[in-house]
């Protein structure tokens, strides 16, 4: 079984900078892409951004500019770096990531989510 931690989350005013991290431990034998979504009170989970294993990134066309995803193979770990915060960026942040822990035996595992709000 694949565990995600997740840490960084917490209160920042507008315009203020978090960094989330994402940490997959467990019997891994590859990892795909790996990825934050986010949840905001009322409001479907949403995609923020995702990297390959290669490094191809996506991002949310809100975030677009101000939030960056980066990965660490070594260490099986995403980040999100998020600059220039707006109270819109409330929400619980969730990692996603997916793979393989054998050759046949796939996995999708999730992060238990982090709150971050965004509030002067």
């Known amino acids: 079984q694949v565990q995600l931690v997740e840490s960084g989350g917490g209160l920042v005013q507008p315009g203020g900078s978090l960094r989330l991290s994402c940490a997959a431990s467990?019997?891994?034998?590859?990892?795909?892409?790996m990825g934050w979504y986010r949840q905001a009170p009322g409001k479907q989970r949403e995609l923020v951004a995702v990297i390959t294993s290669g490094g191809t990134t996506t991002y949310a066309d809100s975030v677009k500019g101000r939030f960056t995803i980066s990965r660490d193979n070594a260490k099986n770990t995403v980040y999100l770096q998020m600059n220039s915060l707006k109270p819109e960026d409330t929400a619980v942040y969730y990692c996603?990531?997916?793979?393989?822990?054998?050759?046949?035996?796939?996995?999708?595992?999730w992060g238990q989510g982090t709150q971050v709000t965004v509030s002067s």
């Open positions: 467990g019997i891994i034998f590859s990892i795909n892409a």
């Open positions: 996603n990531t997916n793979g393989k822990v054998t050759t046949f035996q796939a996995f999708d595992s």
